[in-house]
Protein backbone atom coordinates (compact mmCIF):
# COMPACT_ATOMS: atom_id res chain seq x y z
CA UNK A 1 0.00 0.00 0.00
CA UNK A 2 1.61 3.18 -1.06
CA UNK A 3 1.00 6.20 1.45
CA UNK A 4 -0.26 9.55 -0.22
CA UNK A 5 0.14 12.58 1.21
CA UNK A 6 -1.92 15.85 0.75
CA UNK A 7 -0.70 19.49 -0.25
CA UNK A 8 -3.47 22.32 0.64
CA UNK A 9 -1.68 24.34 -2.23
CA UNK A 10 -1.49 21.41 -5.20
CA UNK A 11 -5.60 21.48 -4.67
CA UNK A 12 -5.93 24.98 -5.12
CA UNK A 13 -3.92 25.31 -8.21
CA UNK A 14 -0.29 25.69 -7.02
CA UNK A 15 2.27 23.00 -7.30
CA UNK A 16 4.78 21.96 -5.21
CA UNK A 17 8.24 21.94 -6.19
CA UNK A 18 9.98 23.60 -9.01
CA UNK A 19 6.56 24.66 -10.48
CA UNK A 20 5.96 27.05 -7.98
CA UNK A 21 8.99 28.68 -8.88
CA UNK A 22 8.35 29.23 -12.84
CA UNK A 23 9.35 32.09 -14.96
CA UNK A 24 7.42 35.10 -16.18
CA UNK A 25 5.19 33.33 -18.39
CA UNK A 26 3.55 31.08 -15.92
CA UNK A 27 0.19 31.09 -15.70
CA UNK A 28 -1.90 32.03 -11.92
CA UNK A 29 -4.57 30.09 -11.24
CA UNK A 30 -7.85 31.38 -10.39
CA UNK A 31 -9.12 28.75 -8.31
CA UNK A 32 -9.76 30.50 -5.12
CA UNK A 33 -7.78 29.37 -1.50
CA UNK A 34 -8.97 26.39 0.25
CA UNK A 35 -10.39 27.73 2.73
CA UNK A 36 -14.02 27.12 4.57
CA UNK A 37 -14.88 30.50 3.54
CA UNK A 38 -13.92 30.73 0.18
CA UNK A 39 -14.85 27.16 -0.11
CA UNK A 40 -18.18 27.85 1.52
CA UNK A 41 -17.80 24.78 3.82
CA UNK A 42 -18.60 26.98 7.06
CA UNK A 43 -21.15 24.98 9.29
CA UNK A 44 -24.47 25.81 9.21
CA UNK A 45 -27.87 24.79 10.01
CA UNK A 46 -30.84 24.49 7.07
CA UNK A 47 -33.85 23.21 8.32
CA UNK A 48 -35.96 20.61 7.40
CA UNK A 49 -39.73 21.54 6.24
CA UNK A 50 -42.15 18.26 7.22
CA UNK A 51 -45.65 17.75 8.55
CA UNK A 52 -44.36 17.45 11.85
CA UNK A 53 -42.94 20.97 11.84
CA UNK A 54 -44.72 22.70 9.27
CA UNK A 55 -48.60 22.35 10.58
CA UNK A 56 -48.08 22.85 14.42
CA UNK A 57 -46.28 26.67 12.78
CA UNK A 58 -49.75 27.27 10.99
CA UNK A 59 -51.69 25.88 13.41
CA UNK A 60 -50.26 28.15 16.26
CA UNK A 61 -50.03 31.04 14.29
CA UNK A 62 -53.67 31.07 13.60
CA UNK A 63 -54.44 30.26 16.96
CA UNK A 64 -52.51 33.60 18.39
CA UNK A 65 -52.99 35.96 15.55
CA UNK A 66 -57.19 35.47 15.85
CA UNK A 67 -57.81 35.97 19.32
CA UNK A 68 -55.36 39.07 18.88
CA UNK A 69 -57.21 40.66 16.26
CA UNK A 70 -60.65 40.02 17.53
CA UNK A 71 -59.09 42.22 20.47
CA UNK A 72 -57.50 45.01 18.67
CA UNK A 73 -60.82 45.38 16.74
CA UNK A 74 -62.75 45.44 19.44
CA UNK A 75 -60.85 48.20 21.59
CA UNK A 76 -60.60 49.47 18.00
CA UNK A 77 -64.85 49.58 17.50
CA UNK A 78 -65.17 51.50 21.37
CA UNK A 79 -62.91 53.45 20.57
CA UNK A 80 -66.04 57.04 20.27
CA UNK A 81 -65.26 59.56 17.44
CA UNK A 82 -67.36 61.83 15.80
CA UNK A 83 -66.77 64.18 12.54
CA UNK A 84 -67.64 67.34 11.22
CA UNK A 85 -67.37 68.50 7.61
CA UNK A 86 -67.31 72.21 7.55
CA UNK A 87 -65.89 72.49 4.02
CA UNK A 88 -69.12 74.45 2.81
CA UNK A 89 -69.48 72.46 -0.66
CA UNK A 90 -72.90 72.24 -0.18
CA UNK A 91 -75.43 74.95 -0.78
CA UNK A 92 -77.19 74.01 2.12
CA UNK A 93 -73.89 74.02 4.13
CA UNK A 94 -73.82 77.18 7.20
CA UNK A 95 -69.85 77.61 5.45
CA UNK A 96 -71.13 77.70 1.58
CA UNK A 97 -70.73 81.59 1.55
CA UNK A 98 -67.50 81.60 3.17
CA UNK A 99 -65.87 78.76 1.08
CA UNK A 100 -67.10 81.07 -1.71
CA UNK A 101 -65.37 84.51 -1.02
CA UNK A 102 -62.71 83.29 1.04
CA UNK A 103 -59.31 83.69 -0.55
CA UNK A 104 -55.48 83.87 0.83
CA UNK A 105 -55.73 87.79 -0.45
CA UNK A 106 -58.92 88.55 2.03
CA UNK A 107 -58.55 90.82 4.69
CA UNK A 108 -61.30 90.01 6.72
CA UNK A 109 -62.41 87.19 8.67
CA UNK A 110 -65.26 85.04 7.35
CA UNK A 111 -67.32 83.25 10.97
CA UNK A 112 -69.81 80.11 10.24
CA UNK A 113 -71.04 78.11 12.81
CA UNK A 114 -72.21 74.59 12.52
CA UNK A 115 -74.07 72.41 14.93
CA UNK A 116 -74.78 68.91 15.57
CA UNK A 117 -75.94 66.48 17.71
CA UNK A 118 -73.91 63.45 20.51
CA UNK A 119 -76.15 61.12 20.48
CA UNK A 120 -73.47 58.92 23.29
CA UNK A 121 -71.43 60.92 25.84
CA UNK A 122 -67.87 60.83 25.33
CA UNK A 123 -65.79 59.62 28.48
CA UNK A 124 -62.47 60.53 29.63
CA UNK A 125 -60.34 62.88 27.42
CA UNK A 126 -61.25 63.77 24.17
CA UNK A 127 -59.06 64.97 21.40
CA UNK A 128 -60.39 67.26 18.86
CA UNK A 129 -58.56 67.05 15.74
CA UNK A 130 -58.89 68.93 12.18
CA UNK A 131 -58.33 67.23 9.11
CA UNK A 132 -57.87 67.97 5.66
CA UNK A 133 -58.43 66.00 2.57
CA UNK A 134 -56.57 66.06 -0.93
CA UNK A 135 -53.63 68.23 0.27
CA UNK A 136 -50.44 66.45 -0.30
CA UNK A 137 -47.94 67.34 2.43
CA UNK A 138 -45.54 64.43 1.42
CA UNK A 139 -44.76 65.96 -2.50
CA UNK A 140 -40.99 66.21 -2.61
CA UNK A 141 -40.47 69.67 -2.86
CA UNK A 142 -42.96 70.34 -0.42
CA UNK A 143 -41.17 68.35 2.26
CA UNK A 144 -37.92 70.14 1.78
CA UNK A 145 -38.94 73.26 1.80
CA UNK A 146 -37.97 73.87 5.36
CA UNK A 147 -34.76 75.40 7.39
CA UNK A 148 -34.22 73.09 10.45
CA UNK A 149 -31.48 75.10 11.31
CA UNK A 150 -33.94 78.49 11.21
CA UNK A 151 -36.28 76.52 13.41
CA UNK A 152 -33.74 75.80 15.90
CA UNK A 153 -33.04 78.99 16.39
CA UNK A 154 -29.74 79.45 14.55
CA UNK A 155 -29.20 83.49 13.76
CA UNK A 156 -27.20 83.14 10.80
CA UNK A 157 -30.48 80.92 9.33
CA UNK A 158 -32.96 83.14 10.34
CA UNK A 159 -31.37 85.86 8.32
CA UNK A 160 -29.88 84.12 5.58
CA UNK A 161 -32.49 81.29 4.99
CA UNK A 162 -31.65 77.71 3.05
CA UNK A 163 -32.03 78.12 -0.64
CA UNK A 164 -34.70 74.81 -0.02
CA UNK A 165 -37.23 77.64 1.22
CA UNK A 166 -37.65 78.81 -2.30
CA UNK A 167 -39.65 80.94 -3.53
CA UNK A 168 -40.74 81.55 0.10
CA UNK A 169 -37.39 82.54 0.88
CA UNK A 170 -37.14 86.03 0.84
CA UNK A 171 -40.32 89.04 0.17
CA UNK A 172 -38.81 92.25 -0.69
CA UNK A 173 -35.56 91.47 -0.19
CA UNK A 174 -36.19 90.38 3.30
CA UNK A 175 -35.70 86.78 4.69
CA UNK A 176 -39.01 85.41 5.75
CA UNK A 177 -39.13 83.40 9.23
CA UNK A 178 -40.30 81.11 9.56
CA UNK A 179 -39.46 80.25 5.72
CA UNK A 180 -40.61 77.55 3.14
CA UNK A 181 -43.79 75.86 1.82
CA UNK A 182 -44.72 73.91 4.85
CA UNK A 183 -44.74 77.01 7.03
CA UNK A 184 -46.55 79.18 4.26
CA UNK A 185 -49.51 76.78 3.96
CA UNK A 186 -49.99 76.82 8.32
CA UNK A 187 -53.78 75.89 8.97
CA UNK A 188 -54.94 78.41 10.34
CA UNK A 189 -58.88 78.39 11.01
CA UNK A 190 -59.98 79.13 14.73
CA UNK A 191 -62.25 76.40 15.94
CA UNK A 192 -64.28 76.66 19.25
CA UNK A 193 -67.03 74.42 20.90
CA UNK A 194 -69.95 75.15 22.62
CA UNK A 195 -72.70 73.14 24.71
CA UNK A 196 -76.10 73.75 24.47
CA UNK A 197 -78.02 72.19 27.56
CA UNK A 198 -82.28 71.89 27.67
CA UNK A 199 -83.12 75.18 27.99
CA UNK A 200 -81.13 76.64 24.76
CA UNK A 201 -77.89 77.62 26.65
CA UNK A 202 -74.51 77.79 25.29
CA UNK A 203 -71.76 76.84 27.31
CA UNK A 204 -68.11 76.61 26.17
CA UNK A 205 -65.90 73.76 26.16
CA UNK A 206 -62.67 74.18 27.52
CA UNK A 207 -59.86 73.45 24.74
CA UNK A 208 -56.35 73.48 26.11
CA UNK A 209 -54.07 73.93 23.24
CA UNK A 210 -50.77 73.20 25.07
CA UNK A 211 -49.45 69.34 25.42
CA UNK A 212 -50.03 68.61 21.93
CA UNK A 213 -46.91 68.61 19.77
CA UNK A 214 -44.36 65.69 20.52
CA UNK A 215 -42.19 66.47 23.51
CA UNK A 216 -39.00 66.17 21.02
CA UNK A 217 -40.18 68.59 19.16
CA UNK A 218 -41.11 71.35 21.57
CA UNK A 219 -37.83 70.95 23.23
CA UNK A 220 -35.74 70.37 20.94
CA UNK A 221 -36.03 70.73 17.70
CA UNK A 222 -37.86 73.97 17.41
CA UNK A 223 -36.48 76.80 19.27
CA UNK A 224 -36.68 80.46 19.20
CA UNK A 225 -33.77 82.85 18.61
CA UNK A 226 -32.41 84.31 21.73
CA UNK A 227 -34.53 82.64 24.15
CA UNK A 228 -37.94 83.16 24.50
CA UNK A 229 -37.92 86.95 25.80
CA UNK A 230 -38.42 89.80 23.39
CA UNK A 231 -39.48 87.81 20.55
CA UNK A 232 -40.18 91.33 18.62
CA UNK A 233 -36.48 92.46 18.72
CA UNK A 234 -35.44 88.75 18.27
CA UNK A 235 -37.37 88.51 14.69
CA UNK A 236 -36.23 92.03 13.70
CA UNK A 237 -35.38 92.51 9.92
CA UNK A 238 -37.49 89.21 9.22
CA UNK A 239 -40.98 89.65 7.00
CA UNK A 240 -43.69 87.45 7.89
CA UNK A 241 -44.96 84.20 5.34
CA UNK A 242 -46.77 85.81 2.37
CA UNK A 243 -50.14 83.72 3.42
CA UNK A 244 -49.68 84.64 7.26
CA UNK A 245 -51.80 87.30 8.31
CA UNK A 246 -49.38 87.94 11.47
CA UNK A 247 -45.83 87.61 12.17
CA UNK A 248 -44.67 84.58 14.12
CA UNK A 249 -43.65 86.30 17.30
CA UNK A 250 -47.58 86.76 17.27
CA UNK A 251 -48.95 83.49 17.62
CA UNK A 252 -49.81 83.44 20.62
CA UNK A 253 -48.11 86.85 22.85
CA UNK A 254 -50.29 86.04 25.80
CA UNK A 255 -47.78 82.87 26.56
CA UNK A 256 -44.27 83.11 25.85
CA UNK A 257 -43.32 79.64 26.24
CA UNK A 258 -46.43 79.02 23.27
CA UNK A 259 -44.97 81.90 20.90
CA UNK A 260 -42.83 82.15 17.71
CA UNK A 261 -41.10 79.07 16.72
CA UNK A 262 -42.12 76.82 19.72
CA UNK A 263 -45.72 77.33 19.08
CA UNK A 264 -47.42 74.15 19.38
CA UNK A 265 -49.91 74.82 16.68
CA UNK A 266 -47.23 75.83 14.45
CA UNK A 267 -45.21 72.81 15.25
CA UNK A 268 -48.00 70.43 14.73
CA UNK A 269 -48.00 71.35 11.46
CA UNK A 270 -44.36 71.56 10.66
CA UNK A 271 -44.70 67.61 11.06
CA UNK A 272 -45.71 66.81 7.60
CA UNK A 273 -48.60 63.82 6.70
CA UNK A 274 -47.50 60.95 5.11
CA UNK A 275 -50.89 60.36 2.78
CA UNK A 276 -53.12 63.13 1.18
CA UNK A 277 -56.01 62.57 3.48
CA UNK A 278 -54.76 63.66 7.01
CA UNK A 279 -55.46 64.71 10.73
CA UNK A 280 -53.49 66.58 12.92
CA UNK A 281 -54.58 67.49 16.94
CA UNK A 282 -55.58 70.64 17.46
CA UNK A 283 -57.20 70.45 21.43
CA UNK A 284 -57.77 68.48 24.31
CA UNK A 285 -60.62 68.29 26.49
CA UNK A 286 -59.94 67.25 29.47
CA UNK A 287 -62.32 65.63 32.06
CA UNK A 288 -63.09 67.02 35.17
CA UNK A 289 -65.32 64.82 37.15
CA UNK A 290 -65.57 61.10 37.12
CA UNK A 291 -69.03 61.31 37.49
CA UNK A 292 -69.84 63.18 34.62
CA UNK A 293 -68.43 62.58 31.10
CA UNK A 294 -66.67 65.15 29.00
CA UNK A 295 -68.75 65.36 26.53
CA UNK A 296 -72.27 64.46 27.25
CA UNK A 297 -74.61 63.61 24.72
CA UNK A 298 -76.90 66.41 23.22
CA UNK A 299 -76.04 69.43 20.76
CA UNK A 300 -73.53 71.03 20.22
CA UNK A 301 -72.38 74.53 18.66
CA UNK A 302 -68.57 74.97 16.42
CA UNK A 303 -67.81 78.46 15.70
CA UNK A 304 -65.46 78.86 13.04
CA UNK A 305 -63.07 81.30 11.89
CA UNK A 306 -63.16 80.48 8.26
CA UNK A 307 -59.86 81.08 7.32
CA UNK A 308 -58.07 78.69 5.27
CA UNK A 309 -59.62 78.27 1.74
CA UNK A 310 -59.27 74.67 0.44
CA UNK A 311 -61.89 74.65 -3.05
CA UNK A 312 -58.83 75.83 -4.73
CA UNK A 313 -57.18 72.29 -5.01
CA UNK A 314 -60.70 70.65 -4.47
CA UNK A 315 -59.95 69.66 -0.44
CA UNK A 316 -62.19 69.11 2.42
CA UNK A 317 -61.80 70.17 5.98
CA UNK A 318 -63.86 68.71 9.09
CA UNK A 319 -63.32 68.51 12.56
CA UNK A 320 -63.03 65.43 14.45
CA UNK A 321 -64.50 64.41 18.25
CA UNK A 322 -62.22 61.03 19.13
CA UNK A 323 -61.63 59.43 22.51
CA UNK A 324 -58.48 56.77 22.82
CA UNK A 325 -57.16 53.60 23.77
CA UNK A 326 -54.02 51.69 24.95
CA UNK A 327 -53.98 51.20 21.22
CA UNK A 328 -54.18 55.13 20.21
CA UNK A 329 -56.89 56.06 18.15
CA UNK A 330 -59.87 54.49 16.31
CA UNK A 331 -57.68 52.46 13.30
CA UNK A 332 -59.47 49.36 12.51
CA UNK A 333 -57.21 47.86 9.99
CA UNK A 334 -54.60 46.33 12.58
CA UNK A 335 -57.29 44.17 13.68
CA UNK A 336 -58.44 43.35 10.55
CA UNK A 337 -55.01 42.59 9.37
CA UNK A 338 -54.37 40.34 12.39
CA UNK A 339 -57.66 38.29 11.89
CA UNK A 340 -56.86 37.96 8.34
CA UNK A 341 -53.00 36.77 8.59
CA UNK A 342 -54.71 34.21 11.51
CA UNK A 343 -57.53 32.81 9.33
CA UNK A 344 -55.32 32.08 6.22
CA UNK A 345 -53.01 30.54 8.62
CA UNK A 346 -55.11 28.13 10.15
CA UNK A 347 -57.19 27.09 6.46
CA UNK A 348 -53.85 26.76 5.14
CA UNK A 349 -52.99 24.25 7.82
CA UNK A 350 -56.02 22.45 8.05
CA UNK A 351 -56.01 22.15 3.69
CA UNK A 352 -52.04 20.87 4.65
CA UNK A 353 -53.21 18.42 7.40
CA UNK A 354 -55.83 16.62 4.45
CA UNK A 355 -53.60 16.46 2.32
CA UNK A 356 -50.60 15.12 4.36
CA UNK A 357 -53.35 12.84 6.08
CA UNK A 358 -54.08 11.24 2.12
CA UNK A 359 -50.96 10.83 0.63
CA UNK A 360 -49.38 9.47 4.03
CA UNK A 361 -52.22 6.98 4.22
CA UNK A 362 -51.42 6.15 0.32
CA UNK A 363 -47.69 5.62 0.71
CA UNK A 364 -48.14 2.99 3.76
CA UNK A 365 -50.67 1.05 2.26
CA UNK A 366 -48.15 0.49 -1.04
CA UNK A 367 -46.42 -2.78 -1.02
CA UNK A 368 -42.68 -2.35 -1.91
CA UNK A 369 -41.88 -6.18 -3.66
CA UNK A 370 -38.68 -7.78 -2.67
Known sequence: MMASSYNAKEEDGHHSGASNHGGPGAVKS??????????????????ILTAGTVLPAFFVIGLIFIPIGIGLYVTSNNIKEFEVDYTGVDTSSP?????????WNSTTPCICSVEFTLEQPFENNVFMYYGLSNFYQNHRRYVKSRDDSQLNGDRNALKNPSKECEPYRTSDNTPIAPCGAIANSLFNDTLELYHIDPSGNKTAIPLVKKGIAWWTDKHVKFRNPGGNNNLTVAFQDTAKPVNWRK????????????????????????????LPTFRKLYRIIQKKSSTTPTLPSGKYHLDINYNYPVLSFDGRKRMILSTISWMGGKNPFLGIAYITVGSICFF?????????????TRNNSADIPN
Open 30 to 47: KKPDNTAFKQQRLPAWQP
Open 95 to 103: CYSCARNYS
Open 247 to 274: PVYELDPSDAENNGFINEDFIVWMRTAA
Open 348 to 360: LGVVLLIIHHKYD
